[in-house]
């Protein structure tokens, strides 16, 4: 892992970009001397890791005490895009333009960009736990799909806050069931791109014991600002 640029922000977070290999990330640490928890942060679907909505939660996580590093996965970002995802994502355009139906191209789309997203995830994590100042246990929060096969897959996660406004393949609905770890589940009850009902039979899918749902009015972009705080306090319960 190299870093190519530092800064301290006004918070007190330091705001650091690296590069593993070929994968671009960014890492914020909170001013302290203690080690700190780790949460890795995703966004839905591959979205870029500086959009600016992630970049607020990871800050306020960060400033609340935790380690926050979040990449740009293969396919992600400003990454290369293969033939097969750039012909899904226009796919997808022309179908939500014409509104044809979009689960069978979510499929074929955000499945791969799963499986591609996983092992560059792992590798992240690896590095950033040799790092000092950094310690376990870890958190995950963001995409759903992504964390739901990353805490299949990764027994270092100890816990997640999932958000439900992205689509879910349903090889990963189905793997829901073998998730044990802490849950937080965010759902937006007007959610226009993401039905309701699904939502709903993914948390019950969910195996673990502790899980919560936190439902609010509103769109996709609609989640309330308040829980990023309660994210943090979740976060609180299982990784401090």
């Not at 870890?138 to 992504?146: D, E, I, K, N, R």
Request: overall charge negative; aromatic content about 8%.
């Amino acid at each position: 892992m190299q870093f190519t640029s530092e800064q301290r922000l006004d918070d007190g977070v330091l705001e650091r970009e690296f590069t593993l290999g070929e994968i671009p990330g960014t890492l914020w640490t909170p001013d302290s001397a203690a080690p700190a928890p780790l949460i890795l942060m995703a966004h839905n679907n591959g979205l870029p890791r500086r959009e600016p909505r992630l970049v607020a939660r990871a800050r306020l996580s960060a400033a609340y005490g935790y380690a926050v590093a979040t990449i740009d996965a293969a396919g992600c970002g400003d990454r290369p895009r293969s033939t097969a995802d750039e012909q899904a994502r226009a796919d997808l355009r022309r179908a939500m333009r014409t509104g044809e139906p979009v689960d069978e191209i979510f499929e074929s789309l955000v499945g791969p960009l799963v499986e591609k997203a996983v092992p560059e995830w792992r590798a992240t994590l690896d590095a950033l736990l040799a790092l000092p100042g950094i310690g376990g246990p870890v958190g995950y929060s963001g995409w759903t799909a992504l964390g739901i096969r990353l805490a299949a897959v990764e027994p270092r996660i100890a816990a997640a806050g999932l958000f439900a406004g992205g689509y879910v393949p349903r090889a990963r609905r189905e793997e829901a069931r073998q998730v044990t770890i802490p849950l937080l589940f965010l759902l937006q009850w007007d959610d226009e791109g993401n039905p309701r009902q699904r939502a709903l039979d993914l948390f019950d899918a969910f195996g673990s014991k502790e899980k919560t749902l936190h439902a609010n009015p509103g769109g996709h972009l609609g989640t309330p600002w308040f829980e990023r705080e309660d994210g943090d306090r979740f976060f609180g319960r299982h990784l401090k």
